[in-house]
């Protein structure tokens, strides 16, 4: 089983910026994509920025030009560089990973806990 443990939460100003690490550890046989999710209540949650393995990347408009999602591949972690934060950007943070299921040969979605980014105008 693969567990993600997150990183970096905490309140800062408006302007301010925050770094979120998200670390795999457990029975990793393979990582595809990690990213970064936000909730967004009575909905589902929704994208902020994914990577791939490769480094592709994929960001959400409103995060465009502040934040900057990178990885190591080489430890299982994914970062989340967040500069210029707004009040509008206050909210629980959720890493995710897609981790290879061995026995079903299909990538699963696994979960971190989440944590709390509070921006103060």
């Known amino acids: 089983q693969v567990q993600l443990l997150e990183f970096g939460g905490g309140s800062v100003q408006a302007g301010g910026s925050l770094t979120l690490s998200c670390a795999a550890s457990?029975?990793?046989?393979?990582?595809?994509?990690m990213g970064w999710y936000r909730q967004v209540p009575g909905k589902q949650r929704a994208l902020i920025a994914r990577i791939s393995p490769l480094g592709i990347t994929t960001y959400a408009d409103s995060v465009k030009g502040r934040f900057s999602i990178s990885r190591d591949n080489g430890k299982n972690t994914v970062f989340l560089q967040m500069n210029n934060l707004q009040p509008e950007d206050t909210d629980f943070y959720y890493c995710k990973a897609d981790s290879l299921d061995e026995e079903i040969q299909r990538f699963l979605e696994v979960w971190g806990q989440g944590t709390l980014i509070i921006v103060s105008s």
């Open positions: 457990g029975r990793i046989v393979s990582i595809g994509d």
